[in-house]
């Protein structure tokens, strides 16, 4: 098996299951820290009913030379870098993301109504899996990440080229 090439750095591989409210560090290769945030780790990813939940995460856009926690203020939604995303634990077991602590969410950390487009099906959906009449900004992918496309959503968004597919 080879290993997967992308502009995330390898920080610290952890086993320990991400939880709502963990703040976590990540870095692009010559780049400062940046970080994000669990929302939840119950969200429906996908409308298949046997599907296992995903974890929900916020990328925020504000940079840092050293891996230290963000103030709160710069932890809420107004400050993201790209729509939400669902994802698994790989991030944080191949060590892309850093948990660097819990900080308990509040309501005005979250937004109030996620929005994700399946655009096989052309629907828009929330993180129930409940359809919605249409979109709601910020719209995210209605399906699970890898930490290689949220690699590429990452490099887009701070105008990085993304690594060639492997």
């Given at each position: 098996m080879t290993e997967s090439v992308t502009n995330l750095r390898v920080l610290k591989p952890s086993r320990k299951k991400p939880q709502p409210g963990d703040v976590f560090a990540f870095q692009l290769a010559e780049k400062p820290f940046l970080f994000g945030r669990v929302i939840s780790t119950e969200v429906r990813w996908t409308v298949a009913q046997n599907a296992l939940p995903a974890i929900l995460i916020y990328i925020f856009r504000d940079q840092s030379l050293e891996?230290?926690?963000?103030?709160?203020?710069?932890?809420?939604?107004?400050?993201?870098?790209?729509?939400?995303?669902?994802?698994?634990?790989?991030?944080?077991?191949?060590?892309?993301?850093?948990?660097?602590?819990?900080?308990?969410?509040?309501?005005?950390d979250v937004l109030p109504q996620h929005c994700f487009l399946s655009a096989w099906r052309g629907q828009y959906f929330d993180d129930h899996g409940v359809e919605l009449p249409g979109p709601i900004e910020p719209v995210g992918d209605y399906g699970l990440h890898s930490f290689r496309t949220i690699d590429d959503e990452i490099s887009d968004a701070l105008g990085v080229p993304r690594v060639a597919g492997d």
């Open positions: 891996k230290t926690v963000p103030e709160r203020v710069r932890l809420r939604p107004d400050r993201l870098l790209v729509s939400p995303m669902m994802t698994n634990r790989l991030p944080w077991s191949r060590g892309y993301f850093e948990t660097l602590v819990n900080i308990p969410l509040a309501p005005e």
